[in-house]
Structures are given as C-alpha cells and as structure tokens.
C-alpha cells in the first residue's frame, strides 16, 4: 500500500506511532495544525506494542526508523484518527520514506502490562536509504529534551495535505 492511498471509508484504521508522532505537542500540529492542542489530542491515543519490528536511530536525523525484526518490539501509541482528513495529514507527514504495512498492536494497562486486546493496525516502517539506520536506539524522551521545540518552531504555519472538510 502507498503512503498517497486514500480509503473511502469514514473511520479511518488505526495508526501505531513509534517516533517522533510520541510527541503529543508534534502529534497535535500534525492532527489539528497547532501544538496547543497536546491535551484534546491525547484522548486519541492509547499505550501499545507491537512485536516483530524494531525502532532505530538514523544517521543525521531526529526521527527513527521502524524495520521488521522477528523477536524485536517497539513501545509507542494506538493512534485513532477521527476523519480521513486526519488520516491524510499523517501519511503527508511521514513522507515518501516510509511505508504503510499492517501490524498487530497489543494494548497496554496503566502498569504497562500486556492488555488481552489486540487490535490491528497500520504502521510506517522504514522504506528509506539503508545505510541510513544506525544499529543505535531511538530516544523519544532525547528527541522531546533535545529536539522538539525545534521542530514545533519549524512547522509553525505550515499545513499538511488533508481536505478541509473534516471528514
């Protein structure tokens, strides 16, 4: 599947979030175009897992890179974007670098501990440059100390593709 297909469908599939999207701030100019809005957009996100696939740094960037890995596993968020529109700013986002697969996330509890709920979902694992990912891991909370504010700067004012609309 391409980052550029669109569903018809109302709802869109749920989204596992790795990288840099664990920024609620990021994740919010992505879904609504403001960082303001971290807490409106936190109600859409649940802590999950997902097995088989690992997260590493890459060489001369900020955000990692998914690749599939038998034994390996990421902890990130269950993403549900409300409209199609949402759905669109997201794929914008990740670009031509990634692309789409279908995972199966397992919920997590408060404590962490592994939820009976499995829910399937997409995730955007690295389509990119090979020799660009390290065999480091990615820091989110590195990213969020070291990086964030620098981004949100970056993308103030800018617009993803997605219709107006909202649905």
Same mark, same amino acid.
């Given at each position: 599947m391409s980052i550029s297909s669109k569903s ?12 840099? *999207?664990?920024? &609620?701030?990021? #994740?919010? $100019? ?13 109600? /859409?996100?649940?802590?999950? &897992? ?17 690749? &599939?890995?038998?034994?390996?596993? @990421?902890?990130?968020? #269950? /993403? ?7 759905? !669109? &700013? *997201?794929d914008d986002f990740e670009g031509e670098s990634?692309q789409i697969e279908t995972v199966q996330a397992? *919920?997590?509890? =408060?404590?962490?501990?592994?939820? %009976?709920?499995? +829910?399937?979902?997409? @995730?955007? #694992? $690295?389509?990119?440059?090979? =020799? ?5 891991? $990615?820091?989110? %909370?590195?990213? +969020?100390?070291?990086?964030? =504010?620098? !981004? @949100?700067? /970056?993308? %103030?004012?800018? %617009? ?8």
């Amino acid at each position: 599947m391409s980052i550029s297909s669109k569903s018809t469908t109302s709802v869109p599939r749920p989204v596992f979030i790795y990288g840099t *999207l664990c920024a &609620k701030p990021l #994740l919010a $100019w992505v879904l609504t175009g403001s960082a303001t809005q971290a807490d409106e957009v936190a109600s /859409l996100i649940r802590p999950s &897992k997902v097995d088989d696939v690992a997260r590493y740094a890459l060489h001369g960037r900020d955000y990692p890179a998914a690749v &599939k890995k038998v034994g390996g596993s @990421i902890h990130g968020f #269950l /993403l549900q974007p409300q409209t199609r529109s949402q759905r !669109w &700013k *997201l794929d914008d986002f990740e670009g031509e670098s990634y692309q789409i697969e279908t995972v199966q996330a397992r *919920l997590l509890g =408060d404590d962490g501990e592994i939820c %009976e709920d499995v +829910i399937e979902a997409d @995730i955007y #694992l $690295w389509n990119g440059d090979t =020799d660009l990912v390290s065999d480091l891991p $990615w820091d989110l %909370e590195r990213f +969020i100390r070291e990086r964030l =504010d620098d !981004w @949100i700067d /970056l993308f %103030e004012g800018m %617009e993803l593709v997605g219709d107006d609309d909202g649905d």
